[in-house]
């Protein structure tokens, strides 16, 4: 008779905490996401922070949290984590009354792109796993990856030398307002630049040194045709990487002429939306044009949104730009651009893409 109070008595406590998780559980769970840096650059590592909490008097036998994910971000290998053909993770928990678990998984992003984990499915259920509760989660974890830069022997020695000869043609004009010192004055000097309390100091005429301003504005344009008689929005794999690979050349061309002292910018027959229309960044300068330039390069989206030809036809009127147009092939139209580029007082460069990118 014992035993069967025993049971009788098992079975009421087993039955009472699966209504409770049923009907509490996930009412009182939080759960959150964030990766350690809103950017990475490609093939970078970083990690993805996860953080767990109950926030109820009860425990919870088991959670387990799943969601997809990019097969363009790897996830380590982890206890209590596991990953599935690339494209789902799947998280184990186990908590305790009101506690908090933070776990932190490596993540390596394997290529350029703007990325969110968006929602996840939540299941708590009690030890035997037959009563379960489910919960979607809309939470929205966004990263931004950055394209490769490249450095050293990556960089097509042609294409390193079109830059090196647009920055050495960069005019340099003194600025009135970048005061960076003085000195005694020189025969030629111009009266206006003396500095006349310096003067007075030292009995000696003294001139004012002022910093010089580029005006050189760099524009790179990518062509995401492969061939001239290429139709279709669409791109192949084959052509996908072909592609990154002048995204890659042209964030680094960007990225050496801010470090240069020159603004920079970039347009692309693809766009930096869904749907939206082709991808055109004036050139930019200052502390900020380097992040908004990268993050744009990242939101580059790999579909042809016009043919090269006609993308050319609809740019504006350019003047008193370096143009380096980054292209798989050779065409009339792209050399009748660049003839009416340097009529309107452009400089105006093309670089063919050989096997070092289709």
């Given at each position: ?19 409770l ?10 759960c ?83 990325y ?20 979607h ?19 097509p ?41 310096a ?16 005006r ?54 693809m ?13 930019l300068a ?33 003047r ?31 670089y ?7």
């Amino acid at each position: 008779m014992s035993g069967l109070v025993f049971v009788v008595v098992v079975l009421c406590v087993y039955m009472l905490t699966a209504f409770l998780l049923k009907h509490y559980a996930l009412k009182g769970l939080v759960c959150t996401r964030a990766f350690s840096r809103p950017a990475f650059f490609e093939g970078e590592e970083g990690e993805m922070i996860e953080v767990v909490r109950n926030d109820r008097p009860m425990i919870i036998p088991w959670l387990r949290v799943e969601s997809g994910v990019s097969p363009h971000i790897r996830f380590g290998r982890q206890e209590n984590l596991d990953v599935s053909d690339r494209t789902h993770t799947c998280s184990l928990f186990s908590l305790m009354p009101y506690q908090q678990i933070r776990r932190r998984h490596r993540v390596a992003f394997l290529r350029r792109g703007e990325y969110d984990l968006g929602s996840a499915s939540l299941t708590a259920g009690d030890l035997l796993g037959l009563s379960e509760v489910h919960r979607h989660q809309d939470m929205r974890v966004p990263v931004l990856v950055y394209p490769r830069l490249l450095e050293g022997e990556d960089m097509p020695a042609p294409l390193m030398r079109l830059m090196n000869e647009t920055v050495s043609r960069r005019q340099l004009l003194s600025d009135p307002f970048l005061f960076r010192g003085i000195r005694p004055y020189q025969f030629g000097d111009p009266v206006r630049d003396i500095h006349w309390p310096a003067t007075a100091r030292t009995g000696e005429a003294q001139i004012r040194l002022h910093d010089h301003t580029a005006r050189t504005q760099l524009l790179v344009i990518i062509n995401a045709q492969l061939r001239e008689d290429q139709w279709g929005d669409r791109l192949m794999d084959y052509e996908e990487d072909a592609i990154e690979r002048l995204i890659s050349m042209a964030a680094t061309l960007c990225m050496q002429a801010l470090s240069s002292g020159c603004s920079a910018g970039f347009a692309a027959n693809m766009p930096l939306a869904k749907d939206g229309p082709s991808a055109m960044l004036s050139p930019l300068a200052g502390p900020a044009a380097g992040e908004q330039l990268l993050a744009s390069f990242a939101r580059l989206r790999l579909v042809r949104t016009l043919r090269f030809a006609t993308f050319l036809e609809q740019l504006p009127d350019f003047r008193d730009l370096d143009v380096i147009i980054l292209s798989c092939y050779d065409s009339g139209d792209i050399r009748r651009f660049m003839e009416e580029l340097r009529r309107r007082g452009n400089q105006a460069e093309l670089y063919l893409a050989g096997k070092e990118a289709v």
